[in-house]
Protein backbone atom coordinates (compact mmCIF):
# COMPACT_ATOMS: atom_id res chain seq x y z
CA UNK A 1 0.00 0.00 0.00
CA UNK A 2 1.32 3.50 -0.98
CA UNK A 3 1.15 6.03 1.51
CA UNK A 4 2.29 10.14 2.04
CA UNK A 5 3.16 10.79 5.23
CA UNK A 6 2.26 15.09 5.20
CA UNK A 7 3.03 17.41 8.55
CA UNK A 8 1.16 19.94 8.98
CA UNK A 9 0.42 22.86 12.18
CA UNK A 10 -2.28 25.21 12.67
CA UNK A 11 -2.45 28.54 14.96
CA UNK A 12 -3.44 26.69 18.10
CA UNK A 13 -0.36 25.08 19.04
CA UNK A 14 3.41 25.00 17.80
CA UNK A 15 3.48 21.62 17.49
CA UNK A 16 2.86 19.55 14.32
CA UNK A 17 1.34 16.69 13.61
CA UNK A 18 1.74 13.85 10.92
CA UNK A 19 -1.56 13.09 8.57
CA UNK A 20 -1.08 9.91 6.34
CA UNK A 21 -2.71 9.32 3.36
CA UNK A 22 -3.39 6.64 1.33
CA UNK A 23 -5.48 7.21 -1.81
CA UNK A 24 -3.43 7.61 -4.83
CA UNK A 25 -4.96 10.38 -6.43
CA UNK A 26 -4.14 12.55 -3.14
CA UNK A 27 -0.70 11.39 -3.12
CA UNK A 28 -0.38 12.76 -6.72
CA UNK A 29 -2.01 15.82 -5.93
CA UNK A 30 0.85 15.83 -2.95
CA UNK A 31 3.28 16.19 -5.20
CA UNK A 32 2.44 19.95 -6.20
CA UNK A 33 1.80 21.21 -2.15
CA UNK A 34 4.95 23.16 -0.90
CA UNK A 35 6.15 24.34 2.84
CA UNK A 36 3.26 26.75 4.24
CA UNK A 37 0.54 25.42 1.56
CA UNK A 38 -2.66 25.85 3.74
CA UNK A 39 -5.09 22.43 3.67
CA UNK A 40 -8.27 22.26 4.21
CA UNK A 41 -8.83 18.53 6.21
CA UNK A 42 -11.96 16.89 7.66
CA UNK A 43 -13.37 13.71 9.11
CA UNK A 44 -9.73 12.50 9.10
CA UNK A 45 -9.11 9.18 11.50
CA UNK A 46 -6.87 9.84 15.00
CA UNK A 47 -4.77 6.89 15.54
CA UNK A 48 -2.62 6.95 18.80
CA UNK A 49 -0.65 3.72 17.67
CA UNK A 50 3.02 4.47 17.90
CA UNK A 51 2.36 8.63 18.60
CA UNK A 52 -0.46 10.50 17.57
CA UNK A 53 -1.23 10.40 13.77
CA UNK A 54 -3.72 11.11 11.56
CA UNK A 55 -4.99 9.14 8.87
CA UNK A 56 -6.86 10.14 5.62
CA UNK A 57 -10.29 7.46 5.08
CA UNK A 58 -13.32 7.19 2.84
CA UNK A 59 -15.03 10.05 4.13
CA UNK A 60 -11.67 12.58 4.03
CA UNK A 61 -11.96 15.46 2.47
CA UNK A 62 -8.76 17.57 1.83
CA UNK A 63 -8.51 21.20 -0.12
CA UNK A 64 -5.41 22.71 -1.48
CA UNK A 65 -5.07 26.17 -0.87
CA UNK A 66 -8.81 27.52 0.42
CA UNK A 67 -10.04 30.67 -0.17
CA UNK A 68 -11.44 31.48 3.29
CA UNK A 69 -11.52 33.97 5.56
CA UNK A 70 -10.26 31.08 8.49
CA UNK A 71 -7.40 30.46 5.96
CA UNK A 72 -6.22 34.24 5.41
CA UNK A 73 -6.10 33.90 8.99
CA UNK A 74 -3.49 31.21 8.78
CA UNK A 75 -1.52 32.48 6.28
CA UNK A 76 -0.93 35.63 8.15
CA UNK A 77 -0.06 33.85 11.61
CA UNK A 78 2.71 31.65 10.11
CA UNK A 79 3.90 34.98 7.79
CA UNK A 80 3.89 36.88 11.22
CA UNK A 81 5.68 34.24 13.02
CA UNK A 82 8.09 34.12 10.03
CA UNK A 83 8.84 37.84 10.46
CA UNK A 84 9.23 38.26 14.08
CA UNK A 85 11.06 34.70 14.41
CA UNK A 86 8.01 33.79 16.95
CA UNK A 87 8.61 37.06 18.46
CA UNK A 88 4.75 37.90 18.48
CA UNK A 89 2.43 35.45 20.13
CA UNK A 90 0.03 34.13 17.25
CA UNK A 91 -3.78 33.59 17.47
CA UNK A 92 -3.30 30.80 19.62
CA UNK A 93 -0.23 29.64 21.07
CA UNK A 94 -1.34 29.10 24.63
CA UNK A 95 -4.07 26.71 23.44
CA UNK A 96 -6.99 28.63 23.10
CA UNK A 97 -8.53 30.07 20.08
CA UNK A 98 -9.16 34.02 19.74
CA UNK A 99 -12.71 35.38 20.29
CA UNK A 100 -14.57 38.19 20.62
CA UNK A 101 -14.13 40.65 23.43
CA UNK A 102 -14.83 43.94 24.57
CA UNK A 103 -11.83 46.81 25.14
CA UNK A 104 -12.75 46.67 28.70
CA UNK A 105 -12.76 42.58 28.66
CA UNK A 106 -9.17 42.99 26.87
CA UNK A 107 -8.40 45.25 29.58
CA UNK A 108 -9.26 43.39 32.57
CA UNK A 109 -7.51 40.37 31.59
CA UNK A 110 -4.62 41.88 30.40
CA UNK A 111 -4.12 43.28 34.21
CA UNK A 112 -4.24 39.72 35.55
CA UNK A 113 -0.59 39.35 33.45
CA UNK A 114 -1.87 35.84 31.54
CA UNK A 115 -1.23 35.73 27.51
CA UNK A 116 -4.36 35.09 25.32
CA UNK A 117 -5.69 36.13 21.88
CA UNK A 118 -8.76 38.36 21.13
CA UNK A 119 -10.72 39.41 18.55
CA UNK A 120 -11.87 43.12 19.06
CA UNK A 121 -14.39 45.29 16.78
CA UNK A 122 -13.37 49.03 18.20
CA UNK A 123 -12.51 52.03 16.47
CA UNK A 124 -9.05 53.00 15.25
CA UNK A 125 -8.27 56.52 17.45
CA UNK A 126 -4.67 57.27 16.97
CA UNK A 127 -2.44 56.06 14.53
CA UNK A 128 0.83 58.19 13.94
CA UNK A 129 2.73 57.30 10.46
CA UNK A 130 5.89 59.65 11.41
CA UNK A 131 6.18 57.80 14.99
CA UNK A 132 7.79 54.22 14.11
CA UNK A 133 8.99 52.53 17.01
CA UNK A 134 11.76 49.49 17.04
CA UNK A 135 9.69 46.36 18.06
CA UNK A 136 10.95 45.08 21.47
CA UNK A 137 13.55 42.55 19.95
CA UNK A 138 14.36 44.59 17.15
CA UNK A 139 13.53 42.37 14.18
CA UNK A 140 10.53 44.45 12.97
CA UNK A 141 9.13 47.87 13.50
CA UNK A 142 5.81 48.87 14.65
CA UNK A 143 3.26 51.84 15.02
CA UNK A 144 1.67 52.27 18.32
CA UNK A 145 -2.34 52.51 17.96
CA UNK A 146 -4.93 52.76 20.22
CA UNK A 147 -8.48 51.32 20.04
CA UNK A 148 -11.85 52.34 21.70
CA UNK A 149 -15.02 50.60 21.64
CA UNK A 150 -18.42 51.95 24.05
CA UNK A 151 -16.69 49.95 27.23
CA UNK A 152 -12.83 52.11 26.75
CA UNK A 153 -9.66 52.45 25.17
CA UNK A 154 -6.67 49.86 24.74
CA UNK A 155 -3.47 51.06 23.45
CA UNK A 156 -1.75 48.13 20.98
CA UNK A 157 1.15 48.54 18.64
CA UNK A 158 1.00 47.73 15.02
CA UNK A 159 3.43 45.82 13.19
CA UNK A 160 4.85 47.86 9.67
CA UNK A 161 4.66 43.94 7.88
CA UNK A 162 0.43 44.31 8.98
CA UNK A 163 0.09 48.02 8.29
CA UNK A 164 1.90 46.46 4.56
CA UNK A 165 -0.46 43.61 4.18
CA UNK A 166 -3.51 45.93 4.72
CA UNK A 167 -2.51 48.88 2.34
CA UNK A 168 -0.92 46.97 -0.06
CA UNK A 169 2.08 49.85 0.02
CA UNK A 170 5.30 47.84 0.79
CA UNK A 171 7.66 48.92 3.91
CA UNK A 172 10.00 51.14 2.13
CA UNK A 173 6.79 52.92 0.10
CA UNK A 174 5.21 53.50 3.61
CA UNK A 175 8.48 54.84 4.84
CA UNK A 176 9.57 57.11 1.84
CA UNK A 177 5.78 58.59 1.73
CA UNK A 178 5.02 62.78 2.16
CA UNK A 179 3.09 64.37 4.43
CA UNK A 180 0.14 64.25 2.01
CA UNK A 181 0.50 60.52 1.11
CA UNK A 182 1.02 59.55 4.90
CA UNK A 183 -2.23 61.71 6.46
CA UNK A 184 -4.29 60.01 3.20
CA UNK A 185 -3.19 56.70 4.58
CA UNK A 186 -3.73 57.24 7.73
CA UNK A 187 -7.24 58.70 7.23
CA UNK A 188 -8.27 55.35 5.52
CA UNK A 189 -8.48 54.00 9.29
CA UNK A 190 -8.84 56.42 11.36
CA UNK A 191 -12.18 57.05 13.09
CA UNK A 192 -13.31 53.50 11.40
CA UNK A 193 -14.79 50.42 12.87
CA UNK A 194 -12.32 48.30 12.61
CA UNK A 195 -12.23 44.17 13.06
CA UNK A 196 -8.58 43.48 14.85
CA UNK A 197 -7.10 40.39 15.56
CA UNK A 198 -4.69 40.89 18.88
CA UNK A 199 -2.45 38.55 20.86
CA UNK A 200 -1.38 39.86 24.53
CA UNK A 201 2.19 39.01 26.33
CA UNK A 202 1.39 41.65 29.03
CA UNK A 203 1.88 44.16 28.64
CA UNK A 204 2.10 44.23 25.10
CA UNK A 205 -0.94 44.33 22.77
CA UNK A 206 0.17 43.03 19.47
CA UNK A 207 -2.73 43.47 16.61
CA UNK A 208 -1.94 40.60 13.93
CA UNK A 209 -4.44 41.39 11.55
CA UNK A 210 -6.39 44.81 11.16
CA UNK A 211 -9.12 45.54 8.17
CA UNK A 212 -12.53 47.80 8.11
CA UNK A 213 -15.75 46.86 9.50
CA UNK A 214 -18.33 46.55 6.55
CA UNK A 215 -22.02 46.17 6.34
CA UNK A 216 -22.41 42.51 6.02
CA UNK A 217 -20.21 41.58 9.09
CA UNK A 218 -21.44 39.92 12.21
CA UNK A 219 -22.73 41.98 15.03
CA UNK A 220 -19.79 40.77 17.61
CA UNK A 221 -21.25 38.66 20.61
CA UNK A 222 -19.63 39.36 23.94
Known amino acids: MSVRSIEIMD ?3 PGTLTLDVFDMDTIQRAEQFRPMDVLFVSDVRVSWRGGTRLQMCGKSVLTHQPHTPEAEALRLYISNQANTRGGAPGWSGWG ?4 PATVRQTRDRLATGGMFCAE ?4 LT ?3 LDELLPSTD ?7 IRLADHTGEVTA ?3 INVLENVTG ?3 AQIKNMNDEH ?3 LRWMFMLEHCYCNISVTPPRVVVLALRKAIANDPIPLY
Open 169 to 171: YSV
Open 138 to 144: NTLEEFR
Open 96 to 99: ERAV
Open 157 to 159: VLP
Open 182 to 184: KTG
Open 11 to 13: NTT
Open 126 to 128: HLD
Open 120 to 123: LHAL
